[in-house]
């Protein structure tokens, strides 16, 4: 009974308080501009900076197989597709590869998608061997750097490891044929196999006009403390509980289920997107992989995103101020969740806000067509510029080899 009561009161105290902070929150809420580290380097012009050359290849490495399945239009790994397209009307582009300074091959890797919807990336490395193959025997640029001023989208769970489940991905490591190659890519962690140095890591794609359909007047106060949809636990491939997010969902759920703080269940309701606009803090817990599209939807929501992913590396991190903009939790400490985020001062909420309300950081999140000025496609682009130019070593001599094209699992050989 005393429980009870004290559960109450403490409930009707955090309804006052988020009262009290929906309204202020609400008022505070101008744009900021994103400076401090390197956050200015969003608004950058790549055009004048580099030059891209697009190696054309036989449509079955792209076209085709998007033909074969729309779906991989509206999927989190289109970015390879909508990238493809941008680069061959963007004005870095060259049709003059003596002057280029990157090289791109348009391979759709992960347009493989199960009935469900789920990509599988078995073919892959199949596929990426076959196209560089290709253009190593059919233009001199491959060999001159075994790939060193190439670079390839690859936006699959763990990148270029190809594979989903993460034991297999690590036991495979990045595919030997690209291991000097620059990687653009949706997986990122500290210190891990599937993310080589010089990687680019993006966020994933989520549907621009889908999701500005859903925007709400600003004027609608954020009602709810924390909001989270999607699953705990994946009891179908981790049966046994622990594995899937390494158990830090189940945590989130455990925890927390009756905590009036927390808006969370596996329910999608068709108010996902208004809820987000609603809400203070949005979870994004690792999933399967680190990422996930929520942290691309908190911030066009405006919502603080509460990383729990320990050691991830998000989207652009050499240009976006992550830790001012959302907040990081370890994933041992999600059973303190309630605690860490209510401890947060209200002013210090209020700049995370104002910094999520700056437009060049929506803009960096998304891959809107037509493309626009500072989105995703101008920040790959501005990475790639980063890196130029070439260290003279990335040439090697004539003759010389450095890459294994026998290394690998033996099913990788087989031509495709
Ligand atoms: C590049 O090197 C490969 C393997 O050594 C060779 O087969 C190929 O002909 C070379 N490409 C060109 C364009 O010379
Ligand atoms: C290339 O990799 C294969 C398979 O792992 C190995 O047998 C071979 O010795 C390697 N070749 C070189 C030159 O390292």
């Known amino acids: 009974m005393i429980n009870l009561s004290w559960g109450f009161v403490l409930l009707l105290f955090y309804a006052f308080l988020l009262n009290l902070d929906a309204f202020e929150l609400r008022k505070g809420q101008k744009t900021e501009r994103i400076s401090g580290s390197a956050g200015d380097v969003l608004e950058d012009d790549p055009v004048g900076r580099l030059k891209v050359f697009v190696y054309e290849l036989p449509s079955k490495y792209n076209k085709k197989i998007l033909q074969k399945d729309p779906r991989c239009l509206n999927h989190m790994f289109a970015a390879e597709i909508y990238m493809h397209r941008f680069l061959l009307s963007s004005p870095v582009r060259t049709l003059n590869p003596e002057e280029a300074d990157w090289f791109y091959t348009p391979v759709y890797t992960t347009c493989d998608l199960t009935p469900n919807g789920l990509p599988l990336p ?10 560089i193959q290709l253009i190593s025997s059919n233009w001199p640029y491959w060999n001159r750097t075994e790939g060193a001023d190439h670079f390839f989208i690859v936006p699959h769970d763990f990148g270029a490891c190809f594979h989903y489940q993460e034991e297999k991905a690590i036991e495979r490591g990045i595919l030997p044929l690209l291991q000097r ?20 890591t993006v966020p994933p794609y989520a549907p621009p006009q889908k999701m500005q359909s859903h925007l709400i007047p600003p004027s609608i106060p954020r009602s709810i403390f924390v909001y989270f949809r999607g699953l705990f636990y994946d009891v179908g491939n981790d049966p046994e509980g622990g594995y899937y997010a390494r158990g830090a969902r189940a945590a989130v759920w455990e925890n927390f289920k009756d905590n009036p703080l927390f808006d969370i269940s596996t329910e999608h309701p068709t108010t996902y997107y208004e809820d987000m606009q609603r809400a203070v803090f949005c979870l994004c817990p690792l999933g399967w992989a680190p990422w996930s599209p929520r942290l691309v939807e908190a911030v066009i929501f405006g ?25 990081y939790v370890d994933e ?14 209200t002013e210090v909420i209020l700049r995370k ?19 626009q000025p500072g989105d995703a496609f101008h920040q790959i682009l501005n990475g790639l510029a980063r890196k130029l130019p070439h260290e003279k070593s990335v040439y ?11 290394a690998g699992p033996l099913a990788d050989l087989k031509p495709w």
């Open 396 to 406: 090697l001599r004539k003759g010389e080899k450095v890459l294994n094209w026998t």
């Open 303 to 327: 919502c603080i995103p509460v990383i729990i992913a320990d050691d991830i590396v998000l989207p652009f991190a050499d240009a976006i101020p992550w830790e001012d903009i959302g907040v």
């Open 353 to 371: 806000q104002r910094l999520l309300a700056n437009p060049s950081m929506k803009q960096a999140m998304l891959f809107p067509h037509p493309a």
């Open 122 to 131: 078995f073919k892959s490395p199949r596929m990426m061997r076959s196209a």
């Open 181 to 200: 190659a620059t990687l653009v890519q949706t997986f990122g962690q500290k210190n891990h196999v599937c993310l080589k140095e010089g990687s680019i």
């Open 332 to 345: 041992k400490d999600v059973p303190n969740l309630d605690t860490i985020l209510t401890s947060i001062p």
